[in-house]
């Protein structure tokens, strides 16, 4: 059973919980949603408003269902549910008809994103907005050559965090 509590509340380490022990991104409605494994992203304040920074690479499927709406959510889970992330990383809503059930996932439909009954945290997150990072731009030229070898530069969404659910 998930209860919404207040973002300032939290406790967990952000830097583990995205790059050690990763996230779903997801978006869509009862009728077609999609969800992808992240370990880039970051969670913060910005604009007066606490945030989340999602990355997305312009092949993943995920990013048209973003794109297309206006909320998102973000799932973090237990250490025992590695499998599913690794599943829902790994393969492609596009080629499948039902990924999220393969990962041995359960989707909820809130009002606004769709989120996993086995998550432990939840965050619904009210696009802000989105951009395509641009090469020019990198101070640390490396960067370009060790993370984007194939020239497919994320698209960044800075999200407000409209709702955060723990999971009893």
């Known amino acids: 059973m998930f209860q919404e509590i207040d973002i300032e509340s939290l406790k967990f380490n952000p830097f583990t919980k995205i790059s050690k022990q990763w996230m779903l991104i997801s978006a869509g409605n009862k009728t077609k949603c999609n969800t992808m494994t992240a370990s880039w992203g970051a969670l913060g304040e910005l604009w007066k408003k606490p945030v989340s920074f999602i990355f997305i690479r312009p092949q993943r499927y995920t990013l048209e269902f973003i794109e297309k709406e206006d909320y998102y959510s973000i799932c973090f889970f237990d250490k025992n549910d590695r499998n599913?992330?690794?599943?829902?990383?790994?393969?492609?809503?596009?080629?499948?008809?039902?990924?999220?059930?393969?990962?041995?996932?359960?989707?909820?439909?809130?009002e606004k994103a769709p989120y996993f009954k086995e998550a432990k945290v939840v965050f619904i997150c009210?696009?802000?907005?989105?951009?395509?990072?641009d090469p020019a731009c990198f101070i640390d030229k490396s960067i370009d050559s060790e993370c984007y070898a194939d020239k497919d530069y994320h698209k960044m969404f800075v999200g407000e965090i409209v709702k955060v659910l723990e999971r009893d």
């Open 84 to 110: 599913a992330l690794n599943y829902c990383g790994s393969h492609s809503g596009r080629n499948e008809t039902d990924k999220i059930s393969s990962a041995g996932l359960t989707p909820v439909f809130d």
């Open 126 to 133: 009210r696009k802000m907005h989105g951009q395509t990072i």
